[in-house]
């Protein structure tokens, strides 16, 4: 059993990790809730920013996160963050289910812009059903969680964590990914979430 509390987001965490460049300068979290993915962050990049809309998240990532001089987090929404970053800022970005309650598009649009070239964007989201394969792969996570919520104890959700149904399909994530971001890599995972991988090219040489 691992000492770490145990919920379908913190599940996906080591994908979100595998995902970061090689020599990542700086990284952001988006809806980075209690900042358990931040103090991870922080070992792998030099730099670890963290944002949530929520008060109350922020103050418990910042309460539990005074042993790390490489993490940050500001209390704000994406929209005014992303007004204020500058272009290619940062080598990696990660939204773990937190997107759906964001406008999708214009937030995929900002995380872009917001990314250096080479860099990675990793989304960790969740969807609506729409088709009877919805429900089929719903029903089929059901016994995986089971067995993973004994193994870890149980589920712990962080207290006070803002909740929202997500309005968009699984079938809409993809087709709007691979409109706004070319090339990126849609995966529906076993537990009632999906992954959506982008690197962003490269300047061609002139």
């Given amino acids: 059993m691992s000492g770490e509390p145990w919920n379908h987001n913190v599940h996906y965490h080591p994908r979100v990790l595998d995902a970061v460049p090689d020599d990542c300068d700086s990284a952001l979290d988006i809806g980075c809730g209690d900042g358990t993915l931040v103090r991870k962050l922080a070992a792998k990049t030099r730099r670890v920013i963290g944002i949530d809309r929520s008060r109350s998240m ?26 204020k970053a500058r272009d290619g800022e940062y080598g990696f970005i990660c939204c773990v289910a937190s997107l759906h309650h964001i406008d999708f598009a214009s937030a995929l649009t900002g995380m872009a812009r917001m990314l250096s070239p080479g860099g990675t964007l990793m989304v960790i989201g969740l969807a609506r059903h729409h088709t009877p394969l919805d429900w089929a792969v719903d029903l089929a996570a059901i016994p995986a969680h089971r067995v993973l919520a004994r193994r870890h104890g149980g589920v712990t959700e962080p207290p006070g964590m803002p909740t929202q149904e997500p309005t968009m399909t699984w079938d809409d994530v993809r087709r709007t990914a691979q409109v706004l971001l070319p090339g990126s890599r849609y995966r529906r995972l076993l537990l009632w979430r999906y992954s959506l991988t982008w690197q962003k090219p490269e300047p061609l040489p002139r």
Avoid: G, P, Q
């Fill in 58 to 83: 922020i103050r418990e990532a910042r309460k539990a996160t005074t042993d790390l001089t490489n993490a940050s987090f500001v209390d704000s929404d994406f929209v005014d963050f992303e007004a």
